[in-house]
């Protein structure tokens, strides 16, 4: 191999290594913002969320938060979490409509279900809490 080989693989490699070292940065850069992102939707929604525990004080600000968050959920979240949301407001929607069936643990079940989605997806993949070890605070 000439000396002249060396210097066009060796540059070719150099430029190489270049761009995949931007392309991994631009990747991570734009996981990182995604991230960060999803984080407020899932704050926010669990701050509104305040409105379904009991003895909350209910005002027209909170329930705008809860829908505004909510529709920011289904741009942010992965299906998993949405198909939670869902399950969650189904429930409620039934307690709130007298269904017998509902129960105060069926409902704060659901809640609590939710609340390890979002954590599952954002990074607590491992997390071993179950819905059940959720604690409602008054």
């Keep these: 191999m000439t000396l002249t080989q060396i210097l066009v693989t060796l540059a070719g490699g ?26 407020k939707v899932y704050e ?3 701050s509104a969320m305040q409105i379904f525990i009991k003895g909350r004080n209910i005002t027209p600000e909170l ?8 529709s920011r959920l289904w741009l942010w979240a992965p299906d998993s979490v949405i198909y939670e949301a869902l399950h969650m407001f189904n429930i409620l929607t039934k307690q709130a409509n007298k269904d017998p069936e ?8 659901a809640y609590a279900s939710l609340v390890i989605a979002m954590r599952k997806d954002i990074g607590f993949n491992k997390t071993r809490l179950k819905s059940e070890d959720y604690r409602f605070l008054s």
């Design 14 to 39: 150099g430029l190489l290594g270049y761009f995949l070292k931007y392309y991994l940065d631009l990747k991570f850069s734009k996981e990182s913002e995604i991230h960060a992102k999803k984080r």
């Design 44 to 46: 926010d929604l669990v």
């Design 63 to 70: 329930k705008s938060n809860l829908f505004s968050s909510y």
């Design 102 to 109: 509902i129960t105060v643990e069926i409902a704060n079940n």
